[in-house]
């Protein structure tokens, strides 16, 4: 199945030439009907807080950024019930460094990055991939069964160890629909 990621920013003369043919999907917080569901900041509601029995978010990024502690601010709960795709992210210019993330809402132990990668965004991404957009994820298997597909997004990155970059869930979503998901930290 050949799906592939771009970065969103390219221009569509720029995709046309690299990818003639594809089909040409955004999958970020901008896109439009249907496949904006795929992104982490889409508001499905009922998502599981890792390591947080009876805990559920909005969003994946919901959960990513209230687990996310730093020099002078810790979990913040409310990111979990944001449901406009806005207002999610936490930075360091406001809250000074990145001290890691926690291991649950209500862990006493900080995670390093690819250690919360695999702990809380993967399972929380894959959750939603298995219950919340089956449908979307059918539809991408088919596209590719029968075109080149190219997912767009604004990072690239799809090794989970590669920690220069946020992560691609374009990428995961390539790694989903052709069984290829990575490892995750239980």
């Given at each position: 199945?050949?799906?592939?990621?771009?970065?969103?920013?390219?221009?569509?003369?720029?995709?046309?030439?690299?990818f003639?043919?594809?089909?040409?999907?955004?999958?970020?917080?901008?896109?439009?009907?249907?496949?904006?569901?795929?992104?982490p900041?889409?508001?499905?509601?009922?998502?599981?807080?890792?390591?947080?029995?009876?805990?559920?978010?909005?969003?994946?990024?919901?959960?990513?950024?209230?687990?996310?502690?730093?020099?002078?601010?810790?979990v913040?709960?409310?990111?979990?019930?944001?449901?406009?795709?806005?207002?999610?992210?936490?930075?360091?210019?406001?809250?000074?460094?990145?001290r890691?993330?926690?291991?649950?809402?209500?862990?006493?132990?900080?995670?390093?990055?690819?250690?919360?990668?695999?702990?809380?965004?993967?399972?929380?991404?894959?959750?939603?991939?298995?219950?919340?957009?089956?449908?979307?994820?059918?539809?991408?298997?088919?596209?590719?069964?029968?075109h080149?597909?190219?997912?767009?997004?604004?990072?690239?990155?799809?090794?989970?160890?590669?920690?220069?970059?946020?992560?691609?869930?374009?990428?995961l979503?390539?790694?989903?629909?052709?069984?290829?998901?990575?490892?995750?930290d239980?």
């Amino acid at each position: 199945m050949p799906i592939q990621v771009a970065n969103r920013r390219r221009s569509a003369v720029s995709l046309t030439r690299a990818f003639p043919g594809a089909h040409v999907i955004d999958v970020t917080s901008k896109a439009g009907e249907p496949w904006v569901r795929l992104s982490p900041f889409y508001p499905h509601g009922g998502v599981p807080v890792p390591r947080t029995p009876g805990v559920t978010s909005q969003s994946v990024e919901g959960i990513w950024q209230a687990l996310k502690v730093f020099e002078t601010a810790d979990v913040d709960p409310g990111k979990l019930d944001v449901t406009t795709m806005t207002g999610l992210n936490r930075t360091v210019r406001t809250n000074g460094p990145v001290r890691g993330h926690r291991d649950g809402l209500y862990g006493d132990r900080l995670l390093t990055y690819p250690t919360a990668r695999r702990r809380i965004y993967l399972p929380a991404y894959r959750w939603v991939l298995e219950n919340k957009t089956t449908g979307l994820v059918e539809q991408l298997r088919h596209l590719a069964g029968e075109h080149d597909v190219v997912l767009l997004d604004y990072t690239t990155i799809g090794d989970i160890n590669d920690c220069r970059t946020p992560l691609s869930h374009a990428a995961l979503i390539c790694l989903y629909v052709q069984d290829q998901w990575p490892e995750e930290d239980h």
